[in-house]
């Protein structure tokens, strides 16, 4: 990849976002909702979800009915 063609600042704009997004599942118990426990990385909806769903998954595995 040629430094030319990469976006400045880019990265750190991610690492915020990232940043932001992980802390929100400090302390909280799941299962979560999107929107309501969680708010979504502003461009990556689909992403968010899917980490939400993904954790709600493990809840549901780990204490099987």
């Known amino acids: ?11 750190d704009v991610y690492k ?19 929107g309501d426990d969680v708010d979504a990385v502003s461009g990556a909806t689909v992403t968010s979800q899917a980490v939400v769903d ?3 998954s493990l809840v549901e595995a780990a204490n099987p009915s």
């Open 54 to 56: 993904a954790l709600n």
């Open 16 to 34: 915020r976002q990232e940043d932001a997004f992980t802390s929100q599942f400090i302390g909280k118990s799941l299962p979560l909702t999107l």
């Open 1 to 11: 990849i040629r430094d030319d063609y990469a976006s400045r600042g880019l990265g």
